[in-house]
T-cell receptor
Framework: AQSVTQLDSQVPVFEEAPVELRCNYSSSVSVYLFWYVQYPNQGLQLLLKYLSGSTLVKGINGFEAEFNKSQTSFHLRKPSVHISDTAEYFC??????????FGEGTQLTVNP | GAVVSQHPSWVICKSGTSVKIECRSLDFQATTMFWYRQFPKQSLMLMAT?????????EQGVEKDKFLINHASLTLSTLTVTSAHPEDSSFYICSAPKGSVLHEQFFGPGTRLTVL
């Protein structure tokens, strides 16, 4: 079985500040890790993914994440956020290449 | 990237009626599609896996007779909510993997169902 824990349900930050959204996972096998963003009343858009190789993954919109196997974490970071980054962010894990298991989500609110 | 569409984007229906939601992969073929539901301020919960040409696989606790899934072609899966009740009101999202790499899924924009 696999599970995902997003440690913060809400993260308020000011514009141009750095942000980190935390994600921890548990799985008994090798995993693939994802971060998705969801804007209100829309589907999910893939920000970035870790499948294999380099543990530092760069995604769209200036986001990056680092896979830490020993700490079973995959935290999402951005050095300087914009108002337009305000959205819900979901961490997800997949093993054996099939179903995705999502975390509870983190609402990022960027204030001017 | 690949494009997945859903229709309708929102629907309001009366209690006891049935509602069909379509999920289409526009520029690729998908032998498998996934259906999720999302309650307000909550995460996505996988309801079922739709398989082209065979029966869908439902997650534990999901009533297969209430949520009918038909994967009629390699680009279309439908979810029918039968005898809908207010508690079925939710945001329904489908996804489809492109190619043989199941973990690279592309998501539809979602369908907001409101049952009165």
């Amino acid at each position: 079985a696999q599970s995902v824990t997003q440690l913060d349900s809400q993260v308020p930050v000011f514009e141009e500040a750095p942000v980190e959204l935390r994600c921890n996972y548990s799985s008994s096998v090798s995993v693939y890790l994802f971060w998705y963003v969801q804007y209100p009343n829309q589907g999910l858009q893939l920000l970035l993914k870790y499948l294999s190789g380099s543990t530092l993954v760069k995604g769209i919109n200036g986001f990056e994440a680092e896979f830490n196997k020993s700490q079973t974490s995959f935290h999402l970071r951005k050095p300087s956020v914009h108002i337009s980054d305000t959205a819900e962010y979901f961490c997800a894990v997949s093993s054996s290449g099939s179903r995705l298991t999502f975390g509870e989500g983190t609402q990022l609110t960027v204030n001017p | 990237g690949a494009v997945v569409s859903q229709h309708p984007s929102w629907v309001i229906c009366k209690s006891g009626t049935s509602v069909k939601i379509e999920c289409r992969s526009l520029d690729f073929q998908a032998t498998t599609m996934f259906w999720y539901r999302q309650f307000p301020k909550q995460s996505l919960m996988l309801m079922a896996t739709s398989n082209e040409g065979s029966k869908a696989t439902y997650e534990q606790g999901v009533e297969k007779d209430k949520f009918l899934i038909n994967h009629a072609s390699l680009t279309l899966s439908t979810l029918t909510v039968t005898s809908a009740h207010p508690e079925d009101s939710s945001f329904y999202i489908c996804s489809a993997p492109k190619g043989s790499v199941l973990h690279e899924q592309f998501f539809g924009p979602g369908t907001r169902l409101t049952v009165l």
